[in-house]
């Protein structure tokens, strides 16, 4: 019952991210316990802020209800190694200067609003390098990689891997079935369900 | 065991000995149980009691910490075992880890093991096709090997035999290079599926697309309700165990049974590290074990050894087995002992799209993945420019098309697009590879494993023969889907090691000549007429079909030979 505890103790971690944020204004002290990554609280907060923006609390529960933010972090700590790690980490920091560049201030000191609107510039820039790459990829010549994007892309990854395979989303949104008890190989489109 | 008392030698006295647990021994240990011989089961591995022992069986994909993907601490520490596609986060308790059990690789090989009551039962995926007489035949008919010594008659039976208690599912195709079983219902083709089946059928002599044959459970039998199994479920989660014993797993069927017969005793966490040699006797008595807990040695005895340990831990315990008599390895007279180890090729793959059956789509999930090609080169005469040939799979699918694009409400609504795509068609090739004396496997002189046993040395590779056998699988495939007219059409080849596939066969082949082979056509080793070999180490050549039935087969019917005729020569 190892996992059941596990994931207990991720939701005492999802409460204190909820608490202590807000009051603790140390700016060196992150509050996810990470075995790899060497985050600062503001670093930390990049990351929250950025799940969230990409999946905000709307009619339906956002990244910071579902503990997606949490996932994130568990993931890119535990599954990544340590090239990985270390591009996540040039890449936060990148990701933070281009936003410092641009407001003059950072990203955890934006309006939702603005977050959201950097956030779109980058899918809308990611996009585009993404055509740009097949394209390249068929002459044989890789796209050079932006790091504040490959990072960006990482969380967004990350995120929606953790949502899509959430509790939440995988009975309210969709419906997973772990035992079907049919095979229908013949299944017209029409009768289809829709959820 | 706790419960066994290993100060007496008459405690240590059995019938039979099964060394391993895996798909052939399970047999194995079912059948000289059912004739009332007093049975010792050896594993090396722990207990894996079904529907007890299978910790994730029953766990949502949010229920794993790291929802299914495998942490890189593991990666690193299992390059090998992390390359095989079912070692994930909710099967890898099933799979030896590489510093566990470590192996020399003179030349790269994957060696993909389970080293449980079970073994690699629980994880297979499940295929199951018979042999033909193209099979057996094939060695002496293009020289690749030496000649079998039985034919498909003579296992035949047998496959109706192991059929029925296993439970397989499939049609009767009708076909002279796969022969037809004991079915339970297919699991059917789906429109794709069957409009390429049908275009195949229309274009081309001798060649089919046909349902897959897997050993699920459509619709039990009284016979399987007995083992205490029931249907399938169609939840495709197999490698973690089936709660419902819904495939055929030595945990779910065999094992079970043959311990519920009252003559079967079974001994987890028990390496074998040799089987030892009456000069005066003329025959094997018993085998040394390694306690995995104690590091105790300890000695059973036994009328007849069944060897079951796996394609190359059986040729490891053989080697093992010196005496005066047999200074090169238990039967080794012929020299062949660890040579000729051949292996399945399923390195190329192809996926193309299909534009046509827009109205139909599958509901559910089908166990046994689709559809099946069987082997259609060099069948009926040598027309190629490489020896033997390949099967395929193939399979259609439909997926709701998700995207992760944008951010917001416009995000969560693009992840649950249900929008169907188009049809999607993939096939990936099983290719036979030729036994050749220079794949070979040895005992390392200089280095032991935890338990004093030398290590097992592999030397295995491809040759030019698979080379070409990939190119035409992928000129083949490449033309029957054009033909079909599925557009944007990608064949790919990996370069991946020998050993992935997990079909490793061969080392203690069977032959009619002494001289030449190590088994005789009982599958008993010629030179030590009370051991015999029934996993993939006694396979002569490896067909292109998967194996597993046809080990199932061997067991059964060399159980019958020994009971039948024990005490003759």
Redesign the interface.
Known sequence: MNRRIAIRNMALILGSVAVLPSCLNDKGKPVVALKHLKLDADQENVVNNLTETILPKTSTPGAKDLGINLFVFKMIDDCFDQKQQDEFMDGLKEFSAAVDEKYGKSFNELTPQERAAFVTGMEKQAKENRVKTQAADSAKKPAEPNKAENFYNTVKGQTVFGYTTSQYFMTKEVVYELVPGRYNAMFPVKKKATA | MANLNIDSIKDRKFDAIVIGSGMSGGWAAKELGDKGLKTLILERGRDVKHLKDYPTT????????????????I??ANPIVNRCYAFGEDAMHFFVKDKEHPYVQEKPFDWIRGYQVGGKSLLWARQTQRWSDFDFDGPARDGFAVDWPIRYADIAPWYSYVEKFAGISGNKDGLAELPDGEFLPA?????V??YFSKHVKSKYQNRHVISARCAHLSKPNQIHLDQGRGQC???T?CHRGCPFGGYFSANSSTIPWALKSGHVTLRPFSVVESIFYDEQKGKATGVRVIDTNTKEAIEYYADVIFLNAAALNSNLVLLNSTSHRFPNGLGNDSGTLGKYVAFHNYSAHINAEYDGA??????????AGGGYIPRFRNVYKQETNFLRGYAAGFSAYRYNQ?T??????E??NN??N?D?SGWKVGSHMMGETIPKESNYVALDKSQKDPWGIPKLKISVDYDDNDAKMKKDYVEQMTEMFTSAGFTNIKASVDSRAPGLDIHEMGGVRMGKDPKTSMLDKWHRLHACQNVYVTDGASMTSTSCQNPSLTYMAFAARAVDHWVTNKGKA
């Open positions: 029953n766990l949502y994909p949010w229920e794993f910490p790291h929802h299914g993907e495998v942490t890189a601490e990666r690193e699991f059917p083709l789906n429109a599926e069957t479920q169609e939840r989660l827009k109205e139909w789509t599958t509901d559910g999930r089908n166990p998700t992760s694009e944008g951010i917001g409400d995000l969560k992840l649950k249900d169907l």
